[in-house]
C-alpha cells in the first residue's frame, strides 16, 4: 500500500495535458478540450522547471537583459522613498476626495427637501470631518516628504 501511495505521488510530475490549437472562421485560440476532430496538437516544453546547466535540477532563473552594476547611495533611496510617500498621499487624499464628492451629493439631494433635518446636519458633520481627515493626512504626508527631503540634501552634501 505504501508503494502504491508513493507511485501516486510522482504522477503529477510525469503527466502534462494536451494543448490543441483550435481555429475558427475570424480567431485561433488554445485549449485543454479538442475544439473538433482534428485539432491540432501543440507540444509545448517546459524549460523553465529543470535545466542542463543546473546541478540540482532547478533552473536558476535568468535576468531577460544584463544588469549592470548600479551602487544605489542612500540618497537615492530616500528620493525613491519620497516618491512613494508622495504617491501614498495623492492615493489617500483622492479616496478622501472622492468620499468629500459624494458626501456632497448627498447635502445637495436632501437641501432640496428640507435644509435643517437631522439628516443634514449630519451630513454637515460627515463633511467637516472628511476634510479635518484629508487636512490631518497631507500634513502628516508633508512632515515625512520634507524630513526625507531634508536628508537627501544633507547626504548630498557630504
Do not use: H, W
Amino acid at each position: 500500500m505504501k508503494g502504491f501511495m508513493v507511485l501516486l505521488l510522482f504522477i503529477p510530475c510525469v503527466a502534462q495535458a494536451a494543448v490543441y490549437k483550435c481555429s475558427s472562421e475570424s480567431d485561433t485560440y488554445f485549449s485543454q478540450i479538442p475544439c473538433e476532430e482534428n485539432a491540432e496538437v501543440v507540444e509545448i516544453e517546459d524549460n523553465a522547471m529543470f535545466s542542463e546547466s543546473s546541478s540540482t535540477g532547478l533552473a536558476t532563473p535568468q535576468p531577460s537583459e544584463p544588469q549592470a552594476d548600479v551602487q544605489r547611495t542612500p540618497a537615492d533611496n530616500l528620493r525613491e522613498f519620497v516618491e512613494t510617500l508622495q504617491r501614498q498621499r495623492l492615493v489617500q487624499v483622492e479616496k478622501i476626495d472622492e468620499n468629500i464628492i459624494a458626501l456632497e451629493a448627498l447635502m445637495d439631494a436632501s437641501a432640496s427637501s428640507d435644509g435643517s433635518s437631522p439628516e443634514q446636519a449630519r451630513l454637515v458633520e460627515q463633511l467637516e470631518n472628511l476634510n479635518e481627515e484629508r487636512k490631518s493626512i497631507s500634513d502628516q504626508y508633508a512632515a515625512m516628504i520634507s524630513e526625507a527631503e531634508s536628508r537627501v540634501n544633507a547626504l548630498g552634501m557630504q
